[in-house]
């Protein structure tokens, strides 16, 4: 990973500054792309019917992350009646990068839905878009990560992620930074191993693979279990595509899942105002302090005349 | 480990030797007990009660697929493996492996796209599921310690027991 420190992050907005100033098109250019995803990305496939609910995962993520311990044991089933903020269910926080939830379906035979989430690593992340010093990653292995020692601080990521998955250190005074799951990227992913979480699993919830693999094996789940699943795969088209995506046999609504994002990514919503942006801060100012110049030298010359005529 | 292998070594030679000869006696055959022992770390080995099993599924390919020469349960399995075509082995670890997401695993799926089965899951994976999934269906205990004793790892990696994190003033409070 490109060490990003404030001098680098300064000489690349100057130096992009003087690009944009020097050919105005050189950023619709570079803006216009759609990326897609890396071809070879990893990803994990979620199959929500197989999740009994035992927080496995919380545990095994807490270790691997070596987070702090938590406030109940792991094995302590009465988180799934807490009720926060809102009437929030629980949310990934600074202490937990990957949280389980219990949805009552009503109707649904065999109990109830089980829902473990996290980061799902967007092939074109939001948080990455908004992150005004380029603290985020999207990594050819498909973690989004980022470098805590550049964060600011600010918050941008939390409002602009769809999923509402970036949590903050509420709890440091000195330096509060962005917290959130990196698909276990330093410690396994980039040696070509899962996550914690997924190899913790007793269900074998979770899937690790390929993405492009995972989607077929989705799919093929679906076609070979007629009537089960819902004929839809979360995170396939979902704001551009999700590293990681779901199965479910009741309608993804129902156990906490926006079904109204659209397959768009984020930055398409933003991709054409903000290659404006630097138009409109370095060629307004001339053009306007020209305009600005001319009329009022009309006026001054006017000006002049008439006293020049008044003189004479 | 070779205690273990013998173990299921034993099992396998039992099963197959009743495989031999089909159909006689099948749902009272089989080992007794199994000791489902080879993934133990953060809880302890399952003994298996293998006699009562055979009792209550009362057929061997409920848990065994098409391995022991019967007809599969599932209608698709039976298009490729019909009755009378029993398998080498019927050990759950030797089909499902152990190591699910290793990479040289995961890489030898990958070579073979044509494999139908590639997307079976894992020994851990298989044993939960199926076991898990009919104790769920059929009213079996389904807690993790109903079936497995914690271990002092398994303690420590749930902070639970004397590792469970002292109560604060917060907790409970809502």
Redesign the interface.
């Known amino acids: 990973m490109k060490k990003i420190d404030r001098r680098n992050f300064l000489k690349g907005g100057l130096a992009g500054g003087a690009a944009v100033a020097a050919t105005g098109t050189a950023a619709t250019a570079k803006g216009a792309g759609t990326f897609g995803g890396y071809p070879d990305s990893m990803g994990v496939l979620v199959d929500l019917t197989?999740c009994?609910g035992?927080r496995?995962c919380e545990?095994?993520c807490?270790?691997e992350q070596g987070l702090p311990?938590?406030?109940?044991?792991?094995?302590?089933t009465s988180v799934f009646d807490?009720?926060h903020e809102g009437g929030q269910k629980r949310r990934t926080t600074e202490k937990a990068y990957t949280v389980v939830n219990r949805y009552d379906v009503e109707g649904r035979e065999?109990?109830p839905v089980f829902r473990k989430f996290q980061c799902n690593h967007c092939q074109e992340p939001a948080c990455l878009t908004s992150c005004f010093v380029n603290a985020y990653k999207k990594t050819p292995e498909g973690a989004v990560i980022y470098n805590p020692k550049v964060c600011v601080g600010c918050r941008t990521c939390m409002i602009a992620c769809p999923f509402y998955v970036p949590a903050y250190s509420y709890s440091s005074a000195i330096n509060p930074v962005v917290k959130k799951c990196i698909m276990c990227y330093d410690t396994r992913l980039k040696f070509?191993?899962?996550p914690a979480c997924?190899?913790a699993?007793?269900?074998?919830v979770m899937?690790?693979?390929?993405r492009t693999?995972l989607i077929k094996?989705g799919h093929?789940?679906i076609k070979?279990n007629p009537g089960k699943y819902v004929d839809h795969i979360y995170g396939e088209t979902e704001v551009g595509g999700t590293s990681w995506m779901y199965l479910s046999d009741v309608p993804f609504d129902k156990v906490g899942f926006d079904t109204s994002l659209g397959n768009q990514p984020i930055i398409s919503y933003v991709k054409e105002f903000l290659t404006v942006v630097p138009m409109v801060l370095t060629i307004w100012p001339a053009l306007f302090t020209g305009f600005h110049l001319l009329s009022n030298r009309k006026e001054a010359l006017k000006k002049e005349k008439e006293t020049k005529g008044q003189e004479v | 480990m070779g205690g273990r292998t013998k173990k299921l070594l034993g099992v396998a030679i039992v099963v197959a030797a009743l495989g031999a000869a089909p159909h006689a006696g099948l749902a009272a055959g089989g080992p007794a007990t199994v000791e489902l022992d080879s993934l133990s770390k953060l809880f302890g080995s399952v003994p298996f009660d293998h006699a009562k099993h055979t009792g209550l599924a009362g057929n061997c390919a409920e848990c065994h697929h098409h391995t022991l020469g019967e007809a599969p349960v599932k209608e698709n399995c039976g298009r490729c493996h019909k009755a009378n075509q029993p398998a080498k082995t019927v050990a759950c670890r030797q089909c499902h492996p152990a190591e699910r997401f290793e990479a040289g695993y995961m890489a030898s799926v990958a070579a073979n796209p044509m494999l139908y089965h590639n997307g079976k899951p894992g020994l851990k994976g298989a044993y939960h599921q199926k076991c898990l999934g009919c104790h769920q269906a059929m009213g079996g205990p389904t807690g993790c310690e109903d079936c497995h004793t914690m271990t002092d790892k398994g303690e420590a990696f749930y902070r639970t027991g004397k590792y469970a994190p002292a109560p604060t003033a917060h907790q409970g409070g809502h």
């Not at chain 1, 899937?207 to 390929?210: A, H, L, R, W």
């Open positions: 197989k009994v035992c496995t545990a095994a807490n270790k311990a938590p406030e109940k044991p792991f094995n302590d807490e009720i065999g109990g070509g191993r899962p997924v190899e699993c007793p269900q074998e899937v690790f693979g390929k693999d094996l093929q789940r070979e």
